[in-house]
């Protein structure tokens, strides 16, 4: 992917493309209206001419495909060209300049934490759980889990998926854990009176203990939609060999990670053809996975906000949030903290990325000694 000198690079969130006769005018037609009090949540969608740019946007999908998809470190390796590697090092090491790697930054880290309480934010896939060729198989290993739940005694911990709250939470099976899945966007948090409450989106519920929680769905009137949209993308995918459409609840997930590259563009074309009958919903692209998620103003980055305040940490003197992340999605959560300059985004990578995270990790294995350096680090600490 491009690398660029400054911190401005936004993460990649493509407008639906929008059919003229559905949105020219006749609002009523839509079939589903935002009248909700959180009706500020919806985007405004800017109109698009259709027709020959169809195929354009679907091709700049392709280029957008590629790019979000970076090969792995070790892929690199493999290569012929045995200067690859070297040359990857050095890039690599360049790039480290810009974004420390959070171990050898430790301390620095733990000094901004003086006198604050740390509150952790944690991706799932690719950051506790390796990318793996089948998404329903990214389970993570036993001593990843035993160090999440060690560092969840000590601080307050939130996992942050892309996936369906309740798979993230089938793969982790933490229960000192809070959750948060669709990229946020279905939140489960402890009972709290906010201004929030009493909203439609904001409901009491019960966990799996029977305990009573809050659950926050900020799309939950997309939920029709999305079930409709999800069934559209199988039918039309079903014919390209490896094309993997998962139900994420608030996001259709098509995932292209074992589909050859060459059918990429086709891949690229049914789902913009999909989702050209609907113009409130969007496309992101993540790691080899096509997004559709409602077009509604909240992410990551908004969830990370709404958990600290439900949890009572939203003070920057008292709390320093880090948030560990590989994903452009993650982007979000990073830049409100670098913006709100409270607390520290790191970002998992082997490659050079441009990023709003402050730290850098290499791969799971080292956030996992990441996580194990907080608990010894607060372990002693208390001695
Ligand atoms: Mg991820």
Same mark, same amino acid.
């Given at each position: 992917?491009?690398?660029?000198?400054?911190?401005?690079?936004?993460?990649?969130?493509?407008?639906?493309?929008?059919?003229?006769?559905?949105?020219?005018?006749?609002p009523n037609l839509l079939p589903y209206s935002h009248t909700g009090a959180f009706s500020e949540l919806i985007l405004n969608i800017p109109k698009k001419k259709t027709g020959i740019l169809d195929d354009v946007r679907a091709c700049s999908w392709l280029d957008a495909m590629k790019a979000s998809s970076p090969p792995h470190r070790k892929m690199m390796k493999d290569s012929n060209n045995e200067l690859a590697p070297i040359d990857s090092d050095a890039a690599y090491r360049a790039w480290m300049l810009q974004y420390p790697s959070a171990l050898t930054s430790f301390e620095q880290i733990i000094n901004s934490a003086k006198?604050?309480?740390?509150?952790?934010?944690?991706?799932?896939?690719?950051?506790?759980?390796?990318?793996v060729d089948n998404p329903d198989s990214a389970f993570m290993s036993d001593a990843m889990r035993d160090a999440v739940e060690k560092v969840a005694k000590y601080f307050p911990t939130a996992i942050i998926s892309g996936r369906s709250r309740d798979?993230?939470?089938?793969?982790? #099976?933490?229960?000192?854990?809070?959750?948060?899945? *669709?990229? %946020?966007?279905?939140?489960?948090?402890? !009972?709290?009176?906010?201004?929030?409450?009493?909203h439609q989106n904001d409901i009491r519920s019960t966990d799996k203990e029977d305990k009573e929680v809050n659950l926050f769905q900020?799309?939950?009137?997309?939920?029709?939609?999305i079930d409709e949209v999800l069934k559209s993308l199988v039918e039309?995918?079903?014919?390209?060999k490896g094309v993997k459409v998962e139900n994420n609840?608030?996001?259709?997930?098509?995932?292209?990670?074992?589909?050859?590259?060459?059918?990429?563009?086709t891949v690229a074309q049914r789902v913009h053809d999909t989702m050209k009958l609907y113009p409130r919903l969007r496309l992101t692209h993540g790691r080899k996975v096509l997004e559709v998620r409602p077009v509604i103003n909240w992410?990551? #980055?908004?969830?990370?906000?709404?958990?600290?305040? *439900?949890? %009572?940490?939203?003070?920057?003197?008292? !709390?320093?949030?880090?948030?560990v992340g590989d994903d452009r999605t993650d982007e979000d959560a990073f830049k409100v903290l670098r913006e709100g300059n409270c607390g520290y985004g790191i970002l998992v990578s082997a490659v050079p990325k441009e990023s709003k995270a402050f730290f850098s990790l290499r791969d799971t294995s080292e956030v996992m000694e990441f996580l194990k350096y907080i608990v010894t680090w607060k372990q002693s600490s208390a001695l």
């Amino acid at each position: 992917m491009d690398l660029k000198s400054n911190h401005t690079a936004p993460v990649l969130t493509d407008p639906a493309p929008i059919s003229k006769s559905r949105l020219g005018g006749y609002p009523n037609l839509l079939p589903y209206s935002h009248t909700g009090a959180f009706s500020e949540l919806i985007l405004n969608i800017p109109k698009k001419k259709t027709g020959i740019l169809d195929d354009v946007r679907a091709c700049s999908w392709l280029d957008a495909m590629k790019a979000s998809s970076p090969p792995h470190r070790k892929m690199m390796k493999d290569s012929n060209n045995e200067l690859a590697p070297i040359d990857s090092d050095a890039a690599y090491r360049a790039w480290m300049l810009q974004y420390p790697s959070a171990l050898t930054s430790f301390e620095q880290i733990i000094n901004s934490a003086k006198g604050k309480r740390i509150a952790l934010f944690l991706d799932y896939d690719g950051t506790l759980s390796p990318i793996v060729d089948n998404p329903d198989s990214a389970f993570m290993s036993d001593a990843m889990r035993d160090a999440v739940e060690k560092v969840a005694k000590y601080f307050p911990t939130a996992i942050i998926s892309g996936r369906s709250r309740d798979k993230v939470y089938e793969f982790i #099976g933490l229960k000192e854990l809070y959750y948060a899945g *669709s990229h %946020g966007m279905d939140i489960m948090s402890p !009972v709290r009176q906010s201004v929030l409450d009493d909203h439609q989106n904001d409901i009491r519920s019960t966990d799996k203990e029977d305990k009573e929680v809050n659950l926050f769905q900020s799309a939950r009137e997309f939920l029709p939609m999305i079930d409709e949209v999800l069934k559209s993308l199988v039918e039309n995918t079903k014919d390209i060999k490896g094309v993997k459409v998962e139900n994420n609840k608030f996001v259709a997930a098509v995932h292209y990670r074992n589909v050859d590259e060459k059918y990429w563009q086709t891949v690229a074309q049914r789902v913009h053809d999909t989702m050209k009958l609907y113009p409130r919903l969007r496309l992101t692209h993540g790691r080899k996975v096509l997004e559709v998620r409602p077009v509604i103003n909240w992410d990551k #980055g908004k969830a990370v906000m709404f958990l600290l305040e *439900s949890l %009572g940490l939203s003070n920057c003197n008292d !709390v320093l949030p880090i948030y560990v992340g590989d994903d452009r999605t993650d982007e979000d959560a990073f830049k409100v903290l670098r913006e709100g300059n409270c607390g520290y985004g790191i970002l998992v990578s082997a490659v050079p990325k441009e990023s709003k995270a402050f730290f850098s990790l290499r791969d799971t294995s080292e956030v996992m000694e990441f996580l194990k350096y907080i608990v010894t680090w607060k372990q002693s600490s208390a001695l």
